[in-house]
């Protein structure tokens, strides 16, 4: 019994946490009826919890609409969390300069334990738009992202996606766990990642990792567009500008600063193992 009910907290949590991303990244206030399809939950069940989170002032509910959008205590949070780590808005200008440089779509993801989850994006300037959308979560075998945090990551995030079926997105994703631990093995070697139409048809990403003080990589900046702008294997200039753009934005976030303090008072940092 205390079994069950402890699998029921954890999807009641589950899904209320699901219910305030899909209001969090919908851009513009959405009614029950979206977020219980955006979820795959019962409209029923879904009320339920937007009342417990308008309750605890993590939603609003417009009067006349009746749609939800973020409440006060979300802003609170989100203004709580440490500037000093706030990767998003230390890579905005560099990131804007990237897409307008290269034309492409320049995306920023941070590691979660399901997946590359995309917390900035500026869409390409090309006629057709290609972007990923804030607040999606790429898989970690088939994006260019994802490869980074696998490649450069702890050992058991390897062995974690590898233990498990892996879905094919297209024919061309890497499901095969021989065949990924190779191309682990070559974005090591390469020092950037690539993942031409294994999560859709026609588009590519290339990816080169961030690094912050300690040398742990907790992010990934990528150039994403159509195989027609971004080749399965991009050229030398595309490679050159966002690597660059890896490492502006690994040294703002204090990436081989040098420790200064006198000698005998310096202490070890961490090391994560994960240096390539």
Do not use: C
């Not at 300069?97 to 917390?119: E, F, I, W």
Request: overall charge positive; cysteine-free; proline content about 7%.
């Amino acid at each position: 019994m205390a079994e069950q009910k402890e699998g029921s907290g954890v999807r009641a949590a589950d899904t209320v946490l699901a219910a305030l991303e899909a209001v969090a990244w919908a851009r513009e206030p959405i009614g029950v009826t979206q977020i219980a399809q955006a979820i795959g939950a019962t409209k029923s069940a879904v009320f339920r919890h937007l009342q417990t989170l308008m309750e605890r002032g993590y939603l609003t509910q417009d009067a006349d609409s009746n749609r939800f959008r973020l409440g006060p205590k979300a802003f609170l949070i989100g203004h709580l969390a440490p500037p000093a780590w706030d990767v998003a808005r230390i890579l905005e200008r560099p990131m804007r300069d990237l897409r307008d440089l290269t034309g492409l779509a320049t995306v920023l993801s941070t590691p979660s334990p399901r997946g590359a989850l995309v917390v900035a994006t500026f869409p390409g300037t090309h006629a057709i738009e290609i972007g990923v959308r804030p607040g999606s979560e790429l898989a970690l075998h088939a994006s260019a992202q994802g490869k980074i945090f696998l490649a450069f990551g702890p050992p058991s995030l390897t062995d974690q996606v590898l233990a498990v079926p892996r879905q094919a997105f297209t024919d061309r994703t890497i499901t095969n766990a021989a065949a990924l631990r190779e191309e682990l093995s070559r974005v090591r070697m390469r020092g950037y990642a690539v993942a031409p139409e294994e999560a859709l048809l026609g588009i590519n990403a290339l990816a080169t990792p961030l690094r912050d003080h300690r040398d742990a990589v907790v992010g990934a900046v990528a150039l994403v567009g159509s195989i027609q702008h971004l080749a399965p294997q991009p050229a030398p200039g595309l490679i050159d500008a966002v690597s660059r753009l890896a490492e502006e934005g690994s040294r703002l976030l204090g990436h081989g600063v040098t420790d200064r303090s006198p000698p005998g008072k310096r202490q070890n940092r961490p090391q994560d193992g994960t240096a390539s």
